[in-house]
């Protein structure tokens, strides 16, 4: 073993309790996790059927997310039974286990990858697993984020570990200035579109370069967020001086004496000069024009300025199906301009792009104007801080003045689990991660694209390339 | 809880090659709302499973007679990608499926159908695309897959495959993860120790 190392490594070493076998199997040790009232029930009670406790509950933190209603007026009950079902008993669970949870009228409250780096829960050098896949997210505060199943939420609380199985690495450098209206949502959006929906599969991601350097915390997070959607099961950025201030001073940060003692360990949390990685990809930034999905994956995915592809040019027998499926799902034709796409419905959203400068980002963009008369259009804050922030900011004034719904905190319809349902057939540009088939309802239609494109496209009623969309304010 | 041991089973494959087939997909939202594992059969592949009207899509692989009652299926890249719901690897265990053959998992389902028992066997794009070929023919869709001796039989032929011994271990004899873990507490409270010593904002 030579004594250069990644962030990862670094991260699984510092983490290994014991080795498992010569195949790269390692208990490893888990500092926090996240847990939600829709992928934990069944944990909770496997507990309770084995009699098992919970290791360390001061290191899980549970949030209602998921199955809660959006309404702009936020009460507690809720009409749904099955959802009320899991919110009460992700409340009992908590209780009888002993774990803080930030319930639906707790000012706290918000999608989990959005307010556990908020409240300062996720820190530099941390490794969380948490029953969502959009775990990754934590990446861009120099920790390392997995998603996990059901069986592992219940193994990690009995334990505080995981058996885990090394992961090779890839390296992506990204440099370059990114053009005025780019985000890192683009910058994701086309990695995605370049290696692939399983081209980081059995990967952890590190990002690294002046693109990277240059973006703040928050746009970081969308990078890392999405760095799922291309298999990863992980994704790394170097904790750098912007990290440390955005979480300084966050509730659960450290305090004082220990705090300065964090900074200086975190700042040896980066990839050793001459670490090797399993595989190497570089993006030219200054190149990318803004990106939006055609189809139902998210590696689906051309610059604003292109066409819808033909299946006609794919030789791959494979992805050749995919494509039709895709566009017939779509109702979608070849060749028709990506930005003649007729919208019926905006959503900015998720825990990919919901955050104030999300919101910051979008309300410059449809100040002063109004939305498409034939366009339903809702902001979904990323926590109820955000919506706060938003509100106290004017943020929430322009939206509702510009025919914006301005609605509570909630992963929404981002995957559709509460009443935030699309009806078959509805065309939906989306600020969220995924445009699976029937994700944000049955027969429904997601563009995926940037807050700001999906701003723009609210306006215009259609697919709108925001470069061209005018002065911004 | 211990799992039903995985040695050697046999039964029908069916096929599902379309690449990145995601668990919204496999179990769609309106079958997520329990607090226990059960019902999960009904909502499998849902909307492709069954027409607006109820009622089964006969154009959908498993409700085809050759394919009905299938025990594995053969799946293409990517199966299983997208969100960590735990419900799609329940729902395929409650439809009796034990095994999925294919080129490429998704890592969180991976890890999910490890949990449950039901083995995944990966093989390279061109022996899974012949494996395809032949499940797709319903004389010929009937297979043996042995866990033990790492072996697929199929009409003349047998397919090999590779499996890291630590879950081939956990599937042949059924294993409670949870329990072996917690065998090795006090190895895990030391290090804990150590861990919170050198890193105190962690406490």
Redesign the interface.
Known sequence: MTSARTLYDKHID??T??R??D?G?V?L?I?RQVINE??S??AF??LR??K?GV??PGTALAVVDH?NPTAPNRIAAMS?A??A??VS?LAENCRDFGIELLDILDKRQGIEHVIAPEQGFI?P??VIAA???HTTTYGALGAFG???????I??LL????L?Y?RLKTLRVTVDGELAPGLTSKDVIMALIGRIG??GA??YAIEFRGSTIDALSVEARMTICNMAVEA?A?GAFMAPDDKVFAYLKDKPRA?KGV??E??VQ?WRALHSDADALFDREVSLDASALEPMVTWGT?PDQASPIGARVPDPQDISDL??R??MR?ALTYMGLEAGMPLSDIVISHAFIGSCTNARIEDLRDAASVVRGKRVAEHVRAMIVPGSTEVRDQAEAEGLAAIFIDAGFEWRQSGCSMC???NDDVLAPGDRCASSTN?N????QG?GARTHLMSPAMVAAAAITGRLTDIRHFGARA | ?SLQPFTQVSGKAAPM????I?T??IM??QF??????SGLDRGLFF?LRFLPDGQANPAFVLNQPAWQGASFMVV???FG??????HA?WGLKQMGIRALIGS?????FY??CQ??GVLLITLDEPVLQRLGQVVSQPETALINVDLETQQIRLQGEVIPFEI???RKTALVLGLD??GS??Q??E??KA??HQ?LTA????S
């Not at chain 1, 997995?146 to 592992?152: A, C, D, K, L, R």
């Not at chain 1, 009995?158 to 570990?161: E, I, K, V």
Request: charged share 25%; net charge negative.
């Open positions: 510092s983490h309790v014991c498992l076998d195949q199997h208990l040790y500092d829709y992928t029930p069944q009670s496997g059927e084995a098992r290791w360390r199955v749904d099955g959802g079902r899991q008993y820190l050098g941390m029953g969502d896949s997995f998603g996990i199943g059901t069986s592992e219940e193994h009995a334990s505080q570990t058996v199985k929906a399983s599969t059995g298999g099961r450290p220990l705090w003692q964090a360990t994956s494979i992805l199906q995919d499926r995957l559709a689990m995924r699976f088939e029937g994700r049955a | 809880m090659l379309a690449a990145n995601d919204d997909v769609p939202k997520l709302k329990g607090i226990d594992r909307d293409g890249p990517n990608c997208g969100s960590s719901r735990e690897v490429s998992f998704a890592g969180i890890d999910n949990r449950n890291d011994t630590l993860a949870i873990t917690l090795r507490s190895q895990i290090f804990e861990h890193n105190p904002w962690l």
